[in-house]
């Protein structure tokens, strides 16, 4: 049995599969999904975070009560546009690592939503 030239197109093979499979996308859907498994996450996450602030908006009235579900569909606004800056940012760098920071963040600005 005989070795590879060094540079081969086969050691370059193995080595763009081994990145292929430690990417967290590459897994178990079409790249193409992923997007869509992006936006119903966020969908959830929104949906999660209005309903919190309609449950402690709820003894308000009038004025008030849509002045502060506004202000809580401002934070949500944020708090997306952040995580997922967060994740665009780390994105080239690490793709596991930029999801777990982008998670992170939007689990803390849940924790401290209208604390």
Not at 17 to 43: D, M, N, Y
Not at 47 to 69: D, Q
């Amino acid at each position: 049995m005989t070795l590879p030239p060094s540079g081969s197109s086969e050691e370059l093979d193995s080595v763009a599969f081994a990145a292929k499979a430690i990417s967290p996308l590459g897994i178990c859907l079409p790249a193409a999904w992923w997007p869509t498994v992006g936006g119903a996450a966020s969908l959830i996450f929104a949906v999660f975070w209005m309903m919190e602030s309609w449950e402690k908006a709820g003894p308000l009235r009038g004025p008030k009560k849509v002045n502060y579900l506004t202000q809580d569909l401002a934070g949500l606004l944020v708090v997306l546009v952040c995580s997922y800056a967060i994740y665009q940012f780390w994105k080239p760098r690490s793709e596991t690592l930029g999801i777990v920071l982008a998670l992170a963040a939007a689990a803390a600005a849940m924790t401290l939503h209208r604390m």
